[in-house]
C-alpha cells in the first residue's frame, strides 16, 4: 500500500501534464460551484462534479500507465476518451454524489450530535452562524471524504468496463480494507487542511468590517484561498487514488455480510441522532447558586440574565394618550419555539419561530439559508431556524422598545425587600432612556424618569415591574413619555403554541428541524 501511494505522488511530482489537466478540471469544477454558490449556497453543496469526474475519469488510464512504468510513454487521448467514456462517467458522477451526499449527511450526524450534546451538557450555546453553517460544511466534507471510496467505479467506467461492474466495483474494493482506508484517509486529509486554512484566515480576519464592501472582500479572500488550496491537494492526491485502484478491479466477490453489517450500524445511529435533534432532546444543566448579589445594580444584571436563560414570557402594557398597546415576547427553550406579539386597540402584529420556520416576522431578513418560502394566512413562512436567528445575542424579551430594561445603563438601588422579594429602582433621565430605549440620544431632559422592578430572592428572576419616562430629547422639539408595565413568567409552565395556519411542516421545514441543533 505505501508503494501505490509512493508511486501515485511520483507521478503528480514528475508529470506537470497530469498535475495541469487535474489541476484544470478540478478548477473549473470550482467555478462552477461558486457560481451556483451565488444563487443559493445548497446549489454548491448537492450539484454532482459533472466537470471533474469526467475528466478525470477520461484521464486517468493514461495515469495508470504513468503509475505501472515511470519511463513510458501514456497516451494522452483524453478528448477521443471523454467523447467514447464520457455519457457512462457523467452517470457515474450524478449516481455516485447521491450516494456520497447521503453518506456525507449520515456522517455530520452521527458526528455533530453527540458535540453538540456535550456543549449544552456544559452549559453552552451554539450562535446562529454555526446553526447555519454547519450543516453544510459538514455534508460538503463528509461527502468528499466519502468520493474516496466512490473513486473505485471511476476507475472502472474509464478502463471500459460496463456500467454494472462499475457500480459494483466499490463495494467490491470494500474487501481490501487497508486500500479504503487508504483511499478515505487520503480524502480526509484534502478535507482537514482546507478546512485547517480556511480557520486560520477567519483567525486572521476582523471580527467586524466598518463596509460592507470590505466584509465582501474579506468573504472573497476566503473563499479563493481554500479554493486554491484544495484544488492543489486533489491535483497532488489525484494520482494516487489511480495507483491505489490499480488491482482493485481483481477483487471479485462483494463482501454481503460487511457491507450488511455496515449499513445497518449505519442506519441506526443516524436514526439515534436525528430522533434526539427533532425531539429537542438535550442534558438539563444543574441549577446554578440563585443567590442574587447584594449589590442592586449587580443583582438586577443578575436576575435579567437568569430570567432569559429559561423558558419565559414577558407581557408588557403601555397605556398612551389615544390608545393601550399590550407586547407579548415568550420562550420555550425545551422545544425551541418563540413567539412575538404587538396589540393595538384595533389591530394585532404577530410572529413565531423555531428551529424549522420563522414565520411573519416584521423586518426579517432570510438571508441566503432559507429553503423555501410558502404564504400562509397573508403572512411569509419561511423555512429557516428562526429561533436561533431571533435569540441570537441578546435576548427577545419584546418587540423593539418593549422588552425588559437593559441592565448596565445606571446605578440600581434597593427600595424594598419584604416576603423574598427585592424591589429594584433605576432613576435618572438618560439612564432609564437608555435602558428603555437602547441609546440613540444626544441628551435627554426628564421631569420623570424611574423604573422600579421586583426580583425573587428564592429563584434570582424578575417578576415584573413599572417605567415611567417624561422627557424632552435633543435640543427639545421631541417628547418621549413611557408608562408601561411589566409581567414576567419564568419556569417550565411557559409554553408557546405553534400557530395552526401553518399546518403541516414543509420539507424545507423537516430539513432544517434535523440539522439544525
Given at each position: 500500500m505505501p508503494s501505490a501511494l509512493r508511486d501515485g505522488f511520483r507521478v503528480a511530482l514528475n508529470r506537470p501534464r497530469v498535475f495541469a489537466l487535474a489541476g484544470g478540471a478540478l478548477l473549473a469544477e470550482c467555478a462552477l460551484r461558486l457560481a451556483l454558490a451565488v444563487a443559493h449556497p445548497v446549489l454548491a453543496v448537492v450539484c454532482p462534479p459533472v466537470v471533474a469526474v469526467p475528466v478525470l475519469g477520461a484521464l486517468a488510464p493514461a495515469v495508470r500507465t504513468a503509475v505501472a512504468d515511470a519511463d513510458a510513454t501514456p497516451n494522452w487521448r483524453v478528448a477521443d476518451r471523454l467523447r467514447e467514456r464520457g455519457p457512462r462517467l457523467l452517470a457515474l458522477a450524478v449516481g455516485?454524489?447521491?450516494?456520497?451526499?447521503?453518506?456525507?449527511?449520515a456522517a455530520f450526524l452521527v458526528l455533530d450530535t453527540p458535540v453538540r450534546y456535550a456543549v449544552y451538557a456544559a452549559g453552552g450555546s451554539v450562535s446562529k452562524t454555526v446553526v447555519h453553517v454547519a450543516p453544510l460544511v459538514g455534508v460538503a466534507a463528509g461527502a468528499f471524504v466519502a468520493w474516496g471510496a466512490l473513486a473505485p467505479a471511476i476507475g472502472r467506467a474509464a478502463a471500459g468496463a460496463p456500467l454494472r461492474a462499475s457500480v459494483r466495483a466499490p463495494l467490491c474494493a470494500l474487501a481490501d480494507r487497508r486500500r479504503s482506508a487508504a483511499a478515505l484517509g487520503l480524502q480526509a486529509a484534502c478535507a482537514l487542511v482546507a478546512l485547517c486554512v480556511a480557520a486560520a484566515v477567519l483567525l486572521l480576519a476582523d471580527a467586524r468590517y466598518p463596509t460592507r464592501d470590505a466584509a465582501l472582500v474579506a468573504l472573497?479572500?476566503?473563499?479563493?484561498?481554500v479554493t486554491a488550496t484544495l484544488v492543489v491537494l486533489v491535483a497532488l492526491a489525484y494520482p494516487m487514488h489511480v495507483a491505489l485502484a490499480v488491482g482493485s478491479e481483481r477483487v471479485g466477490a462483494v463482501p454481503v455480510r460487511r457491507v450488511a453489517l455496515a449499513a445497518l450500524v449505519v442506519f441506526g445511529l443516524v436514526v439515534g441522532a436525528g430522533a434526539i435533534r427533532v425531539t429537542e432532546t438535550r442534558p438539563g444543566v444543574g441549577n446554578a447558586d440563585a443567590t442574587l448579589p447584594a449589590n442592586a445594580t449587580d443583582a438586577y444584571a443578575v436576575a435579567r440574565e437568569r430570567t432569559v436563560a429559561g423558558s419565559y414570557r414577558v407581557v408588557?402594557?403601555?397605556?398612551?394618550?389615544?390608545?393601550?398597546?399590550?407586547?407579548?415576547?415568550?420562550?420555550?427553550?425545551?422545544?425551541?419555539?418563540?413567539?412575538?406579539?404587538?396589540?393595538?386597540?384595533d389591530r394585532t402584529q404577530s410572529g413565531y419561530a423555531d428551529s424549522g420556520v420563522a414565520y411573519r416576522l416584521a423586518g426579517f431578513d432570510p438571508a441566503l439559508f432559507a429553503l423555501g418560502e410558502r404564504r400562509v394566512d397573508g403572512g411569509v413562512a419561511v423555512a429557516l431556524p428562526g429561533y436561533w436567528q431571533l435569540t441570537d445575542g441578546d435576548a427577545v424579551t419584546g418587540p423593539a422598545g418593549?422588552?425588559?430594561?437593559?441592565a448596565g445603563t445606571g446605578a440600581w438601588t434597593t427600595v424594598r425587600e419584604a416576603n423574598g422579594t427585592r424591589t429594584l429602582e433605576l432613576r435618572g433621565g438618560p439612564a432609564v432612556f437608555d435602558a428603555l430605549q437602547r441609546g440613540g440620544a444626544s441628551s435627554v431632559n426628564a421631569s420623570t424618569a424611574r423604573v422600579r422592578l421586583r426580583v425573587d430572592e428564592a429563584r434570582g428572576v424578575v417578576l415584573g415591574g413599572r417605567a415611567r419616562l417624561n422627557a424632552t430629547l435633543g435640543d427639545g422639539e421631541h417628547r418621549?413619555?413611557?408608562?408601561?408595565?411589566?409581567?414576567?413568567?419564568?419556569?417550565?409552565?411557559?409554553?408557546?403554541?405553534?400557530?395552526?395556519?401553518l399546518g403541516s411542516r414543509s420539507l424545507g421545514a423537516w430539513t432544517w428541524d434535523v440539522f439544525a441543533y
Open positions: 455516485c454524489h447521491a450516494v456520497a451526499l447521503a453518506l456525507g449527511a472573497l479572500t476566503l473563499v479563493l484561498v408588557t402594557t403601555e397605556t398612551r394618550a389615544d390608545e393601550r398597546v399590550v407586547a407579548t415576547a415568550a420562550v420555550e427553550r425545551d422545544d425551541r419555539r418563540v413567539s412575538v406579539a404587538l396589540r393595538y386597540d418593549y422588552g425588559l430594561p437593559e418621549l413619555v413611557r408608562n408601561a408595565t411589566y409581567a414576567v413568567e419564568t419556569g417550565e409552565e411557559v409554553s408557546v403554541d405553534r400557530p395552526d395556519a
